[in-house]
């Protein structure tokens, strides 16, 4: 393995993999993180010397490398990840961005967030515990999030002896629930945050075991795709007017995703219906030809059309427009979802004011079978429901676009995100 790079000094060719970390509290993410930095010299001195200090406060002989990625003080005191944390890092082979996900039952919303942009999931299980409730609706999320590549770091193996038959047993019963879950492919790996082995360096304890360390796991894995099979889509996130000869030119900002847009290409603005044809695309004040996805741009078009913040800019065979979706939801709040209950829907870069009008099931964790007339969805509960908005939305399925195929569901009284969405039909 390669000493880790400068991001300022990175190619742009550099190949890009994001991952989320995944799995119950106290099973030893953020240490994993931090061992992947410090083993492979990604920590700065300053960082180290802030963790080591950091560490001192706290009565630990030497590094804490759970301080790594637990910014806040409040995080550092309670002993656990609350938010998600980033870290951005480099090979010689790869660029990474990763995130630490909290792993409390009461920050599901914040790990289905930053897992909801990753490509794969490095799941970490206590050899000891095996799979808890919290790891299974972890990787349940991440499933449903479209993600189908996941390495499975059994971790704490110094604590059963490094046993074999022990990982054997815990990969079994995650081999099981990827089964269910239609996960692609799943990488199994022993190995010990706390001391290292089996991160980036190859340990002396598994003589039985032949796979990759996680560093090499990560250089190497060939993520498919998630969510981004379709056509060109700009969900406009503001209305831009300039100085014209005669009157105002009209810009639409916002980023590109699903395919690339040119100037030329035909375009459908929705929910109106009304079509054109892109006339320019700027990144800042230079114009380009191609604005690929992941690119915010702003574009002008050959027609003076009426569009507003939330409209969808799309090319050939855009999204369906309707006002009623089928969904998979994941519910984080204490109050439950019911028929008849009134929300809030963030769909793109739209709000519309939404009504549930069913729960058609609720999926049982453990058993990982879905139950018909559930009636509502508690506090951490995935369902499928079905929502009416007082508006049209322009929607992809999930599978299909990440973007417009997923929603939040918002409280109107408090402005808190209440559950995530992720669309399955409509009609």
Not at 55 to 78: C, K, N, W
Not at 83 to 90: G, S
Not at 155 to 174: C, G, H, P, T, Y
Request: one cysteine or more; glycine letters at 10%.
């Amino acid at each position: 393995m390669g000493d880790i790079l400068d991001p300022d000094v990175l190619d742009a060719d550099t190949d890009l993999l994001r991952f989320a970390t995944i799995g119950s509290v106290d099973d030893g993410k953020s240490t994993l993180i931090g061992r992947l930095l410090h083993d492979a010299k990604g920590l700065l001195q300053d960082q180290l010397d802030a963790v080591a200090a950091s560490s001192a406060r706290r009565g630990h002989e030497g590094l804490d490398l759970s301080l790594v990625t637990d910014g806040l003080r409040a995080e550092r005191e309670q002993g656990i990840t609350i938010d998600v944390a980033y870290r951005y890092f480099a090979t010689p082979r790869r660029t990474f961005i990763v995130g630490d996900n909290p792993g409390h039952a009461q920050y599901t919303r914040n790990m289905a967030t930053g897992a909801s942009t990753a490509e794969v999931a490095v799941v970490l299980v206590d050899a000891r515990n095996g799979l808890t409730t919290q790891t299974r609706r972890h990787v349940t999320v991440a499933a449903l999030l479209g993600i189908r590549q996941f390495a499975v770091c059994v971790n704490k193996m110094d604590l059963v002896d490094w046993s074999e038959e022990r990982f054997d047993q815990v990969v079994a019963e995650i081999l099981r629930i990827a089964e269910q879950l239609g996960i692609d492919t799943i990488t199994p790996i022993p190995l010990s945050a706390l001391h290292g082995d089996n991160v980036v360096d190859r340990s002396g304890s598994t003589p039985w075991y032949s796979g990759p360390t996680l560093l090499e796991y990560l250089e190497t894995v060939d993520p498919a795709p998630v969510g981004d099979h379709t056509g060109g889509r700009l969900p406009v996130q503001l209305v831009v007017r300039e100085p014209g000869e005669g009157r105002p030119i009209r810009r639409y900002a916002g980023m590109v995703h699903g395919g690339p847009l040119r100037p030329g290409d035909p375009i459908t603005v929705l929910p109106s219906g009304q079509t054109t044809t892109v006339a320019e695309i700027l990144v800042g004040a230079d114009p380009v030809e191609v604005a690929p996805p992941g690119l915010s741009v702003t574009v002008s078009l050959t027609d003076d059309l009426d569009v507003i913040r939330g409209d969808v800019l799309a090319a050939p065979e855009p999204p369906m427009v309707t006002r009623e979706v089928e969904a998979t939801l994941c519910w984080f709040t204490e109050q439950p979802f019911r028929p008849g209950d009134r929300w809030l829907v963030k769909h793109g870069t739209r709000v519309e004011r939404a009504i549930a009008r069913e729960v058609v099931s609720r999926l049982d964790i453990e058993a990982l079978a879905h139950e018909e007339d559930a009636g509502e969805l508690a506090f951490n509960d995935i369902g499928v429901v079905r929502l009416a908005t007082a508006g049209p939305l322009a929607v992809d399925t999930y599978d299909a676009d990440r973007v417009l195929g997923s929603f939040v569901v918002i409280d109107e009284r408090t402005d808190h995100t209440v559950g995530a969405g992720m669309i399955r039909a409509w009609s």
